[in-house]
């Protein structure tokens, strides 16, 4: 494999990012005033986010199929990129994230794509029986889930509803492995919190031989996920929507780091940029130079190199079993050896 | 706050279309006062702070009394409908109890469930009215758990600030008593998220107590304080998160946002200026 890798004050990165799309918000695609809704959200997200200099124009952000490998792989340093699809029928003709063109994409450029696809268990035996030629269609090693999908009367559902558990006993059956869960505001009934992960902590413990990457590391509820991940070693915290934090409020994400780092570990934090959310290059260039303040230090641990490498892409790597170049590979200097999180025995109520 | 753009002044707004009457001023201040009453309970502050409360309108009656129209904003579209829905009732029902308001109208403006919501409430179908099949029984298990997370959050900042400044160690903090606290703006934030949850606030009531109020254990005060940090930690993200995408979605906003006396961070203007509203 010839790659150039990141390289920063003397040591090279190997960036794998978890979490990109390629969606097509534009006008004829928008189903109803919900299309626009959303996508007005994500630009919102962006704008207010994102470096001056890293801003897109509003057009722009409604469709980029020309740009993706550059923005990511040219320019945004990434080694292998992870397709995260959202479906999002109710609000788009032909859904949100662009299937076809994103698996063309992957199989002109294997070595750096993976597609991962999504289901939806409302969907019921017919969706059983197409997860089956997705998983060989598309060799699926990953799902991605919304569980606030709207889906005709619904608009959501919980990961332990009998039908979802039918669709995680067939991902096991079939060896998708790895199933990224993104919480979205809706859940029926909504009588409950929809951002709450307890379904996922229900899961995790069932379904051992699945890992589950919890997307945006459980934001707006980090210290729920933070609590289900200590319990569960089989959950992940993909850094989707914390990461940009860096920018605009660093005494923030050093925080959110400081957590993660104490209640999960450096080995189960993803790197993602969320892209089109926002573009890798900026991330990658910042993460690397990233460190608590000093003044937080007496709280949190400073950030090590080795840590740093391991949420980049060698966690990532390791799930989704992509090849890492031998240099690549941790050898813990002495004075950096990672201290491992003692995970905690928490087991008090939370709620 | 600028003069146009406060909600506080009902005559100045371009949408009063009549000449202010001799009851604007207290009448506008006690309709502004109870919609400071409205928390938002996932962020654990008022509405009126947060800058959702975009416009108030007061028209006189007759009487002596006034209706009333509000109008809200989210800072996106797809903020949770739940939370959305709980703002815009209690607001209602804020209202309603002001003697010199006839009738109150609540419009949430630009949300996905604006249509939903907005004739929920003018017809005023509850929380199951509203989201029908969508409703099971109510809001309450919902409220009362952002009501626990809000209080574990005041009990770390005040906590926290005893051992930041020395008065305490975490070793002692199983001890700490109600009356021992400084009086400050935490403590004043900690006993109202107490009364919330219906604990005491009596002088020899213990500080570390649990969701229920119960006491925690010595050898637990550790783990759980650690663990009401990554709660305060998790509220205070989404406030800088809310308050900045707010400002984003409606250029001019940062002018109703209040500074939250614990937390002045949280009114950092953003670092740049975003892009063209024109481009949209």
């Not at chain 1, 997307?215 to 289900?228: A, K, N, S, T």
């Not at chain 1, 992940?236 to 400081?258: D, E, K, S, W």
């Not at chain 2, 028209?59 to 009333?68: K, L, Q, Y």
Request: glycine share 6%.
């Amino acid at each position: 494999m010839e790659v150039e890798l990141y390289e920063h004050s003397g040591e090279k990165y190997f960036v794998v990012d978890a979490h990109i799309a390629l969606w097509d918000a534009r006008p004829e695609n928008q189903r109803n005033i919900h299309g626009k809704q959303f996508i007005d959200c994500f630009y919102d997200y962006h704008r207010n986010l994102s470096p001056a200099s890293e801003l897109w124009s509003y057009e722009q952000y409604l469709y980029y199929a020309d740009r993706l490998m550059k923005d990511l792989f040219t320019d945004g340093y990434v080694d292998h990129a992870i397709f995260q699809p959202a479906y999002l029928g109710e609000f788009y003709h032909r859904g949100f994230g662009q299937t076809e063109e994103a698996w063309a994409l992957t199989q002109q450029h294997p070595d750096q794509l993976t597609y991962n696809h999504c289901y939806d268990p409302r969907n019921g035996e017919a969706g059983l029986d197409q997860l089956r030629l997705d998983a060989e269609r598309f060799g699926l090693k990953g799902i991605k889930l919304y569980t606030a999908e709207w889906h005709g009367e619904s608009r959501g559902y919980k990961l332990t509803d009998p039908w979802s558990r039918r669709y995680l006993e067939l991902c096991q059956e079939l060896g998708i492995k790895n199933i990224h869960v993104h919480k979205g505001p809706t859940i029926r009934p909504l009588d409950r919190d929809a951002f709450d992960v307890a379904d996922i902590d229900g899961v995790a413990s069932d379904y051992t031989d699945l890992n589950f990457v919890v997307e945006h590391v459980g934001l707006p509820r980090l210290e729920d996920f933070c609590w289900i991940a200590t319990q569960e070693p089989n959950v992940y915290g993909g850094l989707a929507v914390a990461i940009p934090f860096m920018h605009t409020r660093p005494r923030y994400f050093a925080q959110i780091m400081g957590e993660l780092l104490y209640w999960i570990g450096e080995d189960r934090i993803l790197f993602s940029s969320d892209y089109a959310l926002w573009t890798p290059k900026w991330l990658v260039e910042q993460f690397v130079e990233f460190q608590i303040p000093e003044d937080m230090q007496p709280e949190y641990s400073p950030i090590t190199t080795a840590q740093r490498k391991k949420i980049l892409g060698l966690n990532a790597a390791a799930l989704y079993d992509i090849p890492v170049p031998e240099e690549l590979q941790i050898r813990a200097a002495p004075d950096e050896v990672p201290v491992a999180s003692e995970a905690p025995d928490l087991r008090v109520p939370v709620a | 706050m600028t003069a146009v753009d406060s909600p506080l002044t009902p005559s100045s707004h371009p949408r009063a279309g009549r000449a202010p009457g001799p009851h604007d001023g207290v009448v506008a201040d006690a309709v502004r006062a109870a919609l400071g009453t409205v928390m938002d309970p996932e962020l654990d502050e008022p509405i009126t702070d947060l800058g959702f409360v975009s416009e108030q309108r007061i028209d006189e009656v007759g009487d002596g009394r006034v209706d009333v129209e509000v109008h809200l904003r989210l800072p996106t579209s797809f903020c949770a409908p739940n939370f959305a829905y709980l703002m815009a009732a209690d607001a209602q029902d804020a209202l309603g109890r002001i003697d010199a308001v006839r009738e109150i109208a609540i419009f949430l403006d630009d949300h996905h469930d604006s249509t939903k919501i907005n004739s929920g409430l003018a017809a005023g179908g509850g929380y199951r009215g509203t989201f029908a099949h969508e409703a099971d029984d109510s809001l309450d298990e919902l409220r009362m758990i952002f009501r626990r997370k809000a209080h574990t959050a005041a009990m770390e900042r005040s906590c926290s600030a005893l051992i930041r400044a020395g008065a305490r160690t975490v070793e002692d903090l199983h001890s700490l008593r109600v009356g021992d606290l400084p009086k400050d703006a935490s403590t004043d934030a900690l006993l109202r998220r107490r009364l919330d949850l219906g604990f005491s606030n009596a002088p020899e009531a213990l500080v570390m107590v649990d969701d229920r109020g119960a006491p925690i254990p010595e050898d637990q005060v550790p783990l759980r304080l650690r663990f009401a940090r990554t709660t305060r930690i998790s509220i205070d993200g989404n406030a800088h998160f809310c308050r900045g995408l707010l400002r984003t979605r409606y250029p001019g906003s940062g002018d109703d946002q209040t500074a939250r006396a614990d937390d002045p961070d949280l009114t950092l203007r953003d670092s740049h200026p975003t892009t063209p509203e024109s481009e949209r």
